[in-house]
């Protein structure tokens, strides 16, 4: 089969195309197929050699896979070759998703939502998995309740828009001004342009000084230092970025505050949650890039690009789907 084998850690030319071997699956696991993967932030950190201790080289990276199951190890019993899936590989531990097949576990696979092309759906496995653990499992956000999403026109935050709204919620985002109309596509409320006001002041003009209930941070810097300005009382952070910048906790305990800093859990509950939203009609990924598995390594320069003029996600047609559906 075709692999992109990382191997060496640095730029994006740290990749090569080869041929290796088909893995078989063995007790509790399923050989996919895969039709798509995506390219996600922790892809390019994986590369640049951000955890060297958690990936031993060459290695196949990777966090996303939508496909087609045509064979099961023993003892499977949820799934037949030819049942459509789609899930996170298990995160440090084995091969990733940038390969033309992938083995993983029967747990943490699911049955890929009828109303997504795989292209869509490898476009939503992490990054809904992550929103999913930020807002639902970790924030406990509620109806009624208010959130502020930074970044609401990333990978990440896009979703979280939609998730949030579907929970009930009031959602303020940050975005580019170029951004706002897919933003608000997306569901936001109020839309805060971060080029040209501060969101501290944003916010606690919006909310008449009350700030919000959540803050969900994927930016990173001192975006989480300064969430305790924007947050009421009993407010939840949320944050799925490194935490090594000083963090502003005099403040946080006066608002009684409490921080989760998520690393998603691979499972199949959180993707059965996110396909029963998909075909509610209440949540569905926007594919703002297409690349060829062999085209991986622009796709980590672009996605890596302050500006890069993207909405939403980067896929990767794998397999059948070689010859990309497009490129913006």
């Given at each position: ?53 958690l990936v031993p080289l060459p ?26 899936v789609w899930y996170t590989p ?211 320069a672009r996605l890596e690009s ?23």
């Amino acid at each position: 089969m075709k692999a992109l084998i990382l191997k060496s850690f640095g730029g994006p030319e740290s990749f090569e195309l080869c041929d290796v071997p088909k893995p078989a699956p063995q007790a509790g696991q399923v050989l996919v197929q895969a039709q798509a993967t995506s390219i996600n932030p922790l892809d390019y950190q994986v590369r640049r050699g951000d955890y060297p201790d958690l990936v031993p080289l060459p290695a196949i990276t990777g966090h996303d896979v939508s496909g087609i199951v045509e064979a099961i190890g023993p003892g499977v019993t949820a799934f037949s070759p030819g049942d459509e899936v789609w899930y996170t590989p298990q995160i440090f531990d084995g091969p990733g998703s940038y390969a033309e097949y992938h083995v993983a576990a029967e747990s943490i696979v699911a049955r890929k939502p009828a109303g997504l092309s795989h292209l869509e759906a490898a476009s939503l496995t992490l990054v809904g998995g992550t929103a999913w653990e930020a807002l639902v499992v970790r924030a406990g956000l509620r109806v009624g309740e208010s959130i502020l999403i930074h970044g609401g026109a990333g990978g990440v935050g896009h979703v979280a828009i939609q998730l949030a709204k579907a929970i009930g919620a009031k959602v303020y985002t940050t975005a580019r001004e170029a951004n706002f109309e897919f933003v608000r596509r997306m569901g936001a409320d109020e839309v805060i342009d971060y080029e040209k006001e501060d969101y501290v002041d944003a916010i606690t003009r919006l909310t008449d000084g009350q700030g919000v209930d959540v803050v969900f941070d994927t930016i990173g810097g001192s975006t989480l230092a300064r969430s305790p300005d924007v947050l009421a009382q009993l407010g939840r952070v949320v944050s799925i970025v490194d935490i090594a910048q000083p963090q502003n906790l005099i403040q946080a305990w006066g608002k009684n505050a409490s921080y989760h800093f998520v690393f998603t859990r691979q499972n199949r509950g959180k993707l059965d949650e996110l396909r029963a939203l998909v075909e509610r009609g209440q949540l569905r990924p926007h594919v703002g890039a297409v690349y060829s598995l062999a085209d991986i390594p622009q796709a980590h320069a672009r996605l890596e690009s302050p500006n890069n003029g993207l909405q939403g996600k980067i896929a990767i047609a794998v397999g059948s789907l070689a010859a990309p559906a497009f490129t913006a």
